[in-house]
């Protein structure tokens, strides 16, 4: 099964831009994943889901300052004109014929 | 509105069953996949494994399979995680979520709930 790999942390200033990587592992770099936002002491929420060639759909209501990307084995969340709010916890997730997997998680701070 | 709202914080000691819902409002709750997500005090997500309403099929992660069981009423647009037995282990917090894909392993999670807590201590 898939294994999802994302740095622990990454920190950007108010106003800013910051890509998150989810790195995928080897013989999965086709995959589709979906990354997810988690505030502090809230609920995950859907931000979009990703596809192997960039493309991306987006949850309802999500902000356009959020936009997908992919590279090889890569998939990134763009976060641009960083807000306050956007300090959170952010995982990517993907599947296969018989599991669902998380990424560790990526904190991220708004300095 | 598309919303899964989740059962209440739950206290319970070793060794107690509990069983916590997740209702779902605004969509067909028997043609979605629904899962369940553990996230333990101060850690990542965890799939445990995932229910469709419509027919009861169920899937488990292997690290929660035999720990836990779930569960959904399809007439009441219910889906539910339950133990027999509780550890000290299993307080987490436990999350249900919607995914739109037509199998088990075909798609994302795109609707959580607000999240159960569950404590077990004696």
């Not at chain 1, 998150?20 to 997810?36: E, F, M, Q, R």
């Not at chain 2, 550890?87 to 979520?97: G, I, L, P, Q």
């Amino acid at each position: 099964q898939p294994v999802l790999t994302q740095s622990s942390s990454a920190s950007a200033s108010l106003g800013s831009s910051v890509k998150v990587t989810c790195t995928l592992s080897s013989g999965h770099s086709g995959y589709i994943i979906a990354w997810h936002q988690q505030q502090p002491r809230k609920a995950p929420r859907f931000l979009l889901k990703l596809t192997s060639a960039g493309s991306y759909n987006k949850g309802s209501g999500v902000p356009d300052r959020f936009s997908g990307s992919s590279s090889g084995a890569d998939r990134y969340l763009t976060i641009s004109n960083l807000q306050s709010e956007d300090e959170a916890d952010y995982y990517c997730e993907t599947w296969d014929s018989n599991a669902r997997v998380f990424g560790g998680g990526t904190k991220l701070t708004v300095v | 509105e598309v919303q899964l709202v989740q059962s209440g914080a739950e206290v319970k000691k070793p060794g107690e069953s509990l069983k916590i819902s997740c209702k779902a409002y605004g969509y067909i709750f028997s043609s979605y996949w629904i899962g369940w997500v553990r996230q333990m005090p101060g850690k990542g997500l965890e799939w445990m494994g995932i229910i469709y309403p419509g027919d009861s099929d169920t899937r488990y992660n292997p690290s929660f399979q035999g720990q836990v069981t779930i569960s959904a009423d399809k007439s009441i647009s219910t889906a539910y995680l339950q133990w027999s037995s509780l550890k000290a282990s299993d307080t987490a917090m436990y999350y249900c979520a919607k995914t739109n894909g037509y199998t088990a392993y075909d798609d994302g999670f795109d609707i959580w709930g607000q999240g159960t807590v569950v404590t077990v201590s004696s």
